[in-house]
Nanobody, 125 residues
Framework: VQLQASGGGLVQAGASLTLSCAAS????????VAWFRQAPGKEREFVAA????????HYASSVKGRFTISRDSAKSVVYLRMTSLKSEDTSVYYC???????????????????WGQGTLVTVSS
């Protein structure tokens, strides 16, 4: 699966932004999809995921209630709708796809097979 993330930019605190991740490859429809992020000087962290074959979503506690992950299977696109953005949301955001991961590993980087190149989100306070 090849992934291409887009939609990042510079926004003010409190604003909303939607990231997109366009996918190619037949395996995408059977994959769990996720967003991770990496802030300057920090390790990459899990943000949100949509488990394969279901509508089951999972979020990091820091974004729960503010971010929404969704999927348009017909277009092979995954979205991350981000609202009430905070300065601490400033990061490079990566989309990822995992073909065989199990639910208990959904937040682990190592569980994902394919990664997009990242898109930068900067939130000014």
């Amino acid at each position: 699966v090849q992934l291409q993330a887009s939609g990042g930019g510079l926004v003010q605190a409190g604003a909303s932004l939607t990231l997109s991740c366009a996918a190619s490859g037949a395996a995408f429809s059977r994959s769990t999809v996720a967003w991770f992020r990496q802030a300057p000087g920090k390790e990459r962290e899990f943000v949100a995921a949509l488990f394969r074959g279901s509508s089951s979503t999972h979020y990091a506690s820091s974004v729960k209630g503010r971010f929404t992950i969704s999927r348009d299977s017909a277009k092979s696109v995954v979205y991350l709708r981000m609202t009430s953005l905070k300065s601490e949301d400033t990061s490079v955001y990566y989309c990822a796809a995992g073909r065989r991961l199990i639910l208990s590993t959904i937040g682990r980087e190592s569980a994902y097979d394919d990664w997009g190149q990242g898109t930068l989100v900067t939130v000014s306070s």
